[in-house]
C-alpha cells in the first residue's frame, strides 16, 4: 500500500493509476479525508452496492423504519405473503 496527497497525485496522475492496478493507492485529502484508487475491473458487486447513494437512503429509511417498529413480522415462510400483507 502506497499513501499519497492530491498535490503527488496531481504530478503524476498516469504513475499511479497504473501502480493502482498492482496495490493499494492511498489519497490523503486533508487531515481527515481519505480516498482510494481501485480500477473498474477490481471492483466488486459489494463496491458498486455500498456506493450507490440510493441504496444507502434506502437501508437508512429502513433502519429508521425499524426503530420506530413500522415492521411486519413473518411467522411462518410458507405464508410469506398473507404475513407481508
Do not use: F, H
Not at 498492482?22 to 456506493?51: F, L, N, W
Amino acid at each position: 500500500m502506497i499513501a499519497i496527497s492530491t498535490t503527488e497525485l496531481r504530478r503524476n496522475l498516469r504513475k499511479y493509476l497504473n501502480l493502482a492496478q498492482k496495490e493499494r493507492v492511498i489519497i490523503q485529502c486533508g487531515k481527515t479525508e481519505t480516498y482510494e484508487i481501485i480500477p473498474a475491473s477490481k471492483m466488486t458487486d459489494s463496491d458498486a452496492y455500498s456506493s450507490n447513494p440510493g441504496l444507502i437512503d434506502a437501508v437508512k429509511e429502513a433502519e429508521a423504519d425499524i426503530a420506530e417498529g413500522r415492521v411486519r413480522e413473518v411467522r411462518d415462510v410458507r405464508q410469506l405473503w398473507e404475513d407481508i400483507q
